[in-house]
């Protein structure tokens, strides 16, 4: 009898919001007596890796569009249920621009510089400068703009719209074959190629006697080493960043999405110059992450990209860190 009656109210209850919402959309919003705001936090995160004082620094989001014309390899029909499994969009992808800087071994250090001017990719990225100063971090305060590769997205913001350097007192480090790929105009046969070599030109060649070019497993300044993961580019390069005894690697665009490419990792990218390597790049270093438990930070995952990666099945898992507030 108590168990029936349980079960009435709840329909009663059910019924009764029910009603309640639909006389709500009739009548309008119910709105507070305050207008709504429209503003998010400052698009920064901080936290200390041994004493290495890590910012990471939002350029905003780069707008694919529909995945399924991105992530190659599988049916259109798979991409989308990955997605739609993960409670995403299947029908609009948008990723992460995860820049950020560290503050150790008396330098500070800017990892990739965003989209820039470029709205190549929608209109919501280019917010690099901005998150620099909400974050309290002078441009002219960076010591040195350290390259993962030189993709439109990751060297964008290397100079402003007239042309002058945004970090005037920098030194710059990226691998020598893919800062010689992308500012050469003969690799202009597609036409995302070409927007992309002119960027780089218009990003890159202004530094180029600024520029210092790092080896594979060259520690090239104090506590940073390059780690060559090549495939998405010729000289695409991961970085080991140490302190004291604790680490973590920023993965660039090992993945450029945290279930896409980690979960499925032989799945291919539209923008990779050589998929099959990339594929090849990304199991390896996925499986050394796995295993050795290593922290990363990935450019493209879901904001502040902060994690660890986990071995499942023939894939993985992407396990992101819960975002310490008491800094």
Do not use: C
């Not at 820039?116 to 010591?143: N, Q, V």
Request: aromatic fraction near 12%; charge should be negative; glycine fraction near 10%.
């Amino acid at each position: 009898m108590s168990e029936e009656l349980s079960r009435r109210g709840l329909m009663a209850i059910g019924a009764g919001v029910g009603l309640g919402l639909g006389l709500r959309s009739i009548v309008g919003p119910a709105l507070g007596r305050s207008p709504k705001l429209g503003l998010q936090a400052p698009y920064w995160y901080r936290f200390n890796v041994g004493d290495a004082e890590v910012t990471v620094v939002s350029d905003g989001w780069q707008m694919l569009g529909d995945p399924s014309n991105s992530f190659l390899g599988v049916p259109k029909d798979e991409v989308r249920r990955e997605l739609t499994d993960n409670f995403m969009s299947p029908s609009d992808l948008n990723i992460e621009l995860n820049s950020f800087v560290v503050n150790s071994n008396g330098k500070t250090i800017l990892f990739d510089t965003g989209l820039g001017t470029s709205k190549m990719f929608g209109p919501k990225g280019g917010l690099l400068t901005k998150s620099l100063a909400d974050a309290g971090i002078k441009r002219e305060d960076i010591d040195a703009v350290v390259i993962s590769h030189g993709h439109i997205d990751h060297i964008g913001g290397i100079v402003d719209e007239s042309g002058a350097l945004l970090y005037p007192n920098a030194q710059f480090y990226m691998n020598q074959a893919d800062f010689d790929y992308w500012t050469d105009e003969g690799q202009m046969n597609l036409p995302w190629k070409k927007a992309f070599v002119i960027h780089a030109r218009k990003n890159l060649l202004p530094v180029r006697n600024r520029m210092t070019f790092f080896k594979d497993d060259q520690e090239f300044l104090p506590g940073v080493t390059a780690i060559s993961a090549p495939g998405h580019t010729l000289g695409h390069t991961m970085f080991n960043i140490q302190s004291n005894g604790q680490s973590f690697f920023f993965v660039g665009d090992v993945s450029h999405h945290s279930v896409l490419l980690i979960e499925n990792p032989r799945m291919e990218f539209l923008y990779d110059t050589d998929p099959k390597q990339a594929v090849t790049t990304r199991l390896k270093m996925l499986s050394f992450l796995a295993e050795k438990r290593i922290p990363i930070l990935a450019y493209h995952f879901a904001w502040p990209g902060y994690g660890h990666f986990v071995k499942q099945g023939d894939g993985f898992r992407y396990l992101p860190a819960p975002m310490n507030m008491n800094f």
